[in-house]
């Protein structure tokens, strides 16, 4: 027998490891510990189990204890916590549902803990009404609790992805939702212009959705749960789930001399190696370097913990691998709708003095003469030398592949150029001859070049407007469905005949629906000696974040008033 590999927790990391482990080398004992009864299961698909997208419970468990043994070769004990390890003497300490408590030493040892929900200390939080999803046997519970009949309103408490995903699932399932978000928005990854489309999203789908207030506490009564928010609220519920993050389980490796960092994520170089000799951890327990920003930092995800757990059996196995950081690539169904990203967004550039550009197109996700063109938004960051630092996306089709081949180029260290350049493939179902990737990149180049100023729609909320002129360049009907307040219209077609109209010695800020017309425009402008900036994603931006006033309720009940966006050529009715 060669060697004697631990490996502590299954799931992505641990159970990637000890499979790539035993397909590199026959000779390794390979003993797998997992505190639960399940050691390898799709914990991605627990809310749409739940919801019952996903029929079959089995369909959820990817691997058993007697199929990995089988195939791999490999000891799998369940029900089997360990609970201490001695770095020097190289053992740990289990504590076993039928062994009782024992000691097993290692050559290597593998930690892939993963994390647990947090828990607040709020009053009345152990209510046994009170759920958090994590693992199958969370699920079980929930399962078991949304199938009883009489079952009426659930309480969903954060807006991150389990969060959403959960309200939405429980929305199927014929209950009443309430999700509620501590921060003034949800989904963490998005900045605030994108995500305000998912927000509508879910009102629009029935959710009941509470911004910028928390939780104060939780009283269960004799049928229900009563949730108490900071702002005095309440909201009787039948269930709640607890869905406001995680953290590290790392309690038993605090007194170990393994290195943790401050929030209790284990630390590790680039080949997954902790700072002790011979341990390696991997997945949502440890410390990560942003692929972006090259800071340590924790994004629990799935995708990473694979291949870390891979890189962890390379680097046991003699084979030399490093990994080179998480750009945070995911994405989320909202209902309809689809909401992806890669990358840094805005709130971390900031946070970290870093400085950045940024662009919004509005498009359609294929040829818009084609049918079912949906709205796709597509919002790319990038530096003063035009690397991409990040993108978010949202849209109803075609968002994974655009932020699929931006996030590839991020890890390739692209520029916007780059994205110009890229030959994507093109037919009328599936994209436009221009990709919306391509017009990111060109859009982006403009402005870097300086061929188009912009300013953002929340550098124009604070924009010292004195000595300029605010001037919208879509048709007339366009303008007479909604304008931003003072603005001056004159259509683009129209515009090289009117330039007298417009004064020389002013500033204009000028937008246009979705952005392309406003870019002719600023181009016409500026090459017949004005000085313009063309405010990115147009109206539809700005209306986005709230600041433009609404359309009075006699063209909002005028359902015969059709309009077509001159930039996407798509038929709205307004």
Do not use: W
Not at 295 to 301: E, G, H, V, Y
Not at 424 to 448: I, T
Not at 508 to 523: D, F, K, N, P, T
């Amino acid at each position: 027998m060669g060697k004697k590999v631990i490996i502590v927790g299954g799931v992505a990391g641990g159970a990637s490891t000890a499979a790539r482990l035993r397909r590199l080398d026959e000779s390794f004992e390979i003993i797998l510990f997992e505190r639960d009864e399940y050691i390898s299961f799709a914990n991605c698909g627990l809310p749409y189990y739940i919801g019952e997208t996903i029929k079959e419970r089995q369909n959820l468990l990817v691997q058993t204890p007697e199929s990995m043994h089988a195939r791999f070769n490999i000891d799998v004990r369940i029900h089997s916590e360990v609970i201490g390890i001695d770095v020097d003497k190289n053992t740990v300490k289990v504590k076993s549902k039928s062994k009782g408590i024992y000691e097993e030493n290692y050559d290597y040892l593998v930690l892939s803990p993963g994390a647990k929900a947090i828990k607040p200390d709020i009053e009345g939080i152990n209510s046994s009404k009170i759920f958090t999803l994590r693992n199958i046997s969370d699920t079980d519970k929930i399962k078991t609790m949304v199938d009883k009949k009489g079952l009426n309103n659930a309480v969903v408490i954060g807006g991150g992805y389990v969060g959403i995903e959960m309200a939405e699932n429980l929305k199927e399932r014929g209950l009443r939702v309430t999700l509620v978000e501590a921060a003034p928005h949800i989904l963490s990854p998005f900045d605030s212009d994108i995500v305000v489309t998912a927000e509508k999203e879910l009102v629009e789908n029935g959710i009941d959705l509470l911004l910028g207030d928390g939780v104060k506490s939780f009283k269960e009564t004799e049928h229900n749960i009563e949730v108490t928010l900071n702002s005095n609220k309440k909201i009787a519920a039948d269930l709640v789930i607890l869905a406001i993050g995680v953290t590290p389980d790392t309690d038993f490796i605090k007194d170990s001399g393994i290195k943790l960092g401050a929030k209790g994520h284990i630390l590790v170089d680039n080949k997954m190696k902790t700072s002790v000799e011979n341990i390696y951890a991997v997945g949502d327990a440890i410390e990560v370097v942003d692929f972006v920003n090259k800071q340590n930092t924790a994004i629990p995800l799935a995708g990473p913990a694979n291949k870390q757990g891979r890189i962890a059996a390379n680097n046991i196995a003699g084979l030399n691998s490093i990994y080179k950081g998480t750009q945070g690539t995911s994405i989320i169904k909202i209902f309809s709708l689809t909401a992806a990203s890669t990358g840094n967004n805005e709130r971390t550039l900031k946070r970290l003095n870093i400085s950045y550009k940024f662009i919004t197109i509005h498009t359609v996700s294929h040829a818009s003469y084609y049918p079912d063109a949906l709205p796709l938004t597509l919002k790319l960051i990038f530096n003063n030398e035009g690397k991409i630092l990040g993108a978010q996306a949202i849209g109803y089709d075609g968002v994974d592949k655009r932020i699929d081949v931006i996030a590839t180029a991020i890890r390739f260290g692209g520029s916007v150029s780059d994205l110009t350049e890229l030959e994507l493939c093109y037919a009328p179902p599936f994209s436009s001859a221009k990709d919306p990737v391509n017009m990111a990149g060109f859009v982006a180049e403009n402005v870097l070049s300086e061929k188009m100023k912009v300013v953002t729609p929340e550098e124009y909320i604070n924009y010292n407007k004195e000595n300029t002129i605010l001037l919208d360049v879509r048709s007339d009907i366009e303008f007479s469905n909604g304008h931003i307040e003072g603005a001056l219209n004159i259509p683009v077609d129209n515009l090289r005949e009117r330039l007298e109209e417009l004064d020389q010695n002013k500033e204009i800020i000028e937008y246009c629906q979705v952005g392309l017309r406003g870019y002719v425009a600023s181009r016409i402008l500026s090459q017949n000696g004005f000085n313009v900036k063309n405010i990115t994603g147009g109206y539809k931006s700005v209306s986005n974040l709230g600041i433009v006033p609404k359309i009075t309720d006699e063209r909002n009940n005028n359902s015969d008033k059709i309009v077509v966006d001159q930039d996407t050529q798509v038929v709205k009715r307004e």
